[in-house]
């Protein structure tokens, strides 16, 4: 069994194989923490998987990366939620809204129940494909990440829940702002 920091000297290495495009030796590191790694060790080297499959233009092969891993991930957990989120973003990049929706919800809730971690990524998505309206069915969930992500991004203020689409907007706004920031910073 690989030790925490065995684990992430492997994610380090995935990383940067990744970055110098030399997937080959990048998937045998996947294929070491999937070998020898937890459960949760092996749901995220199945995560990275996917994005390298993902950025070699694999999509279908990416999903079923992160379809793999979701069993493995812990419920609540960001990583849980980037799975999700992923294979709903896989589906949309494939024009299967339908399905997209269905994991984008999956996303939200994972959000709502979860961890502190923000899910504006998956709020905007979803309001995109609901062409700008948020489905009654969907307003309690998607209030509950709005407020969550606006806290967890440290935004001033508190969003307007009674107008979501809006929040989201200004959620997404203030997210952008936070990278520029964040890069300015570097």
Known sequence: ??????????????????????????????????????????????????????DQGLIAHARENWLDALPLAEEGTFLLYLLEHNIGASYEQEGSDDEAL??????????????????????????????????????????????????TLGLQGNPDLSDLPGAISKLAKGYAELEVETMGED
């Open 102 to 151: 269905v994991w984008y919800r999956s996303a939200l809730r994972t959000c709502a129940q979860g961890d502190r971690f923000s899910d504006d990524q998956t709020l905007t998505a979803f309001l995109a494909l609901n062409k700008g309206e948020i489905p009654t069915k969907d307003e309690d969930v998607v209030a509950i990440g709005v407020k969550k992500s606006w806290e």
């Open 1 to 54: 069994m690989l030790t925490k920091e065995e684990f992430n000297k492997g994610l380090e290495k995935i990383t940067l194989l990744w970055a110098q495009r030399n997937f080959e030796l990048a998937f045998e590191q996947v294929e070491i923490i999937l070998r020898d790694g937890t459960e949760v060790m092996r749901a995220e080297a199945k995560f990275f998987a996917g994005l390298m499959k993902q």
